[in-house]
């Protein structure tokens, strides 16, 4: 997949740069939180590092805002004196940090694979435990299938019976917070509106967090059996009011909340955040385009990437050609690296070795069965099908879904379904997880203030309670 030299060494580089920590004495001066970044050639890899102890050693968690990771688990955490080290198990190979402290910061050297750069981090000032609120929280365990989900239920301390939501997350292994880049879009969407008196009900993803089951294995209609069976779970309840009992799903949640609509109950109303209102293989395509052109790739580089993304989808589908696909990959990869600088070559010591290590972490990728059902299923007929109200919001500068390529055909799919309690809005100046944005890249989420564009949560409350009707 042929980028221009400085976007293609980056994502070759993000999409494996995961990483973890792990044992060593464990002494007081670098319990907490740190924030800092690689640096890569050309960038800065922005990650948040926290230890704690455990015994008389260390633990530790480590987040990676621009590839959307949040609390992956350090091993072989150690520390001697002022050397400290940890490392992580991801993708090709582990990433190891080794580093100095010296009063509240860490600098040192990040290797994988055949990669050396320098990090920094620095000891992450104190935020304030905030006030409780003026709501309920209950915590829940609910049976899905052979599995079960953990939640969080808010319920308004007003008297019942009350409207509720179920949120549904985006794609990636998430937590009832749906924590993108700092930002936790589910916790501060749930917090508003409750406080505006709905009840809301938002889990762990299945294998994530404190719900079990398998989350490699599960596919969009997986995560819709889930929300159906969330949807049962409420309906059931004397404090929420199963009429006013709908689904708000973000993104390949949008997807989850469009199947259950249609092949489940009575659903009381649908909200639909930056939903795809096209096939799976397109929301992929454009999204090569988009982070290409962003980066300054000429339109020769683009159409390379593209064909490259086409013969990736063709061979997924036809099962058939992974060596060929393999050949491409790697030529493809070779030919980016070759226009690269001494210095960004320098960086990644053996070409061959981790050019390998990428297109191997690439083919198990993209074999996965959510990868393969996604880039397979078009929306188009679980959207005309729903029969109950709902709303479908866009950002305007969203990079991931859109609203130039999915905002017309949602409307259009609307009017075909003969359901006249629709609504499709493109909101100005918002991204994909509807913050105020400068270019919509999710490059610049961990940037923006964690909050909504002004109006976002009220706009959905009002549009709740005007169309969907009391019992």
Known sequence: MSMNTRWHLHTALLAFLIVSAGQGLAQQPVIGRWEGAINLPGMDLGILVEFA??????????????????GLHLHDVRKQNSAIQFALQAGPGIARFEGTLAGDSISGTFTQATVKCPFVLRRAKEVQKPEPPPYKE????????????????????????????????????????????????FRVLADQLTRKGFAVLRCDDRGVGG????????????????????????????????????????SEGALAAAITCRKGPAIGFAVLLAGPAVRGDSIILGQVERMARMGGAPDSVIARALQSQQRVVATVHADTGWKGLKEVLRTEM???LSMATPEQRAAFGNVDSMVSARVEFQIQQVKSPWFRRFTSYDPAGDIRGMTCPVLALFGALDMQVPATQNARVMEQLFKESGNTRTSCRIIPGANHLFQVAGTGSPMEYGQLKKEFVPRFVDDIAEWITATVSRN
């Open 211 to 250: 719900s079990t089951g398998e989350f490699a294995t599960a596919t969009t209609d997986d995560f819709a059996m889930d929300a159906l069976a969330q949807w049962k779970f409420l309906s059931n309840r004397k404090d929420i009011d199963a009429s006013r009992l709908g689904l708000i799903g973000h």
């Open 334 to 336: 070779l030919r980016s």
């Open 53 to 70: 102890p455990a015994g008389d050693s260390l633990k530790g968690t480590i987040d990676i805002p621009m590839q959307m990771a949040k």
């Open 138 to 185: 209950e915590e829940v365990n609910i049976p899905s299938d052979s599995l079960a989900l953990a939640g969080t239920l808010t319920v308004p301390p007003t008297p019942g019976p009350h409207p509720a939501a179920i949120l549904l997350t985006g794609s990636g292994a998430q937590t009832r917070d749906e924590e993108v880049a700092g930002f936790p879009v």
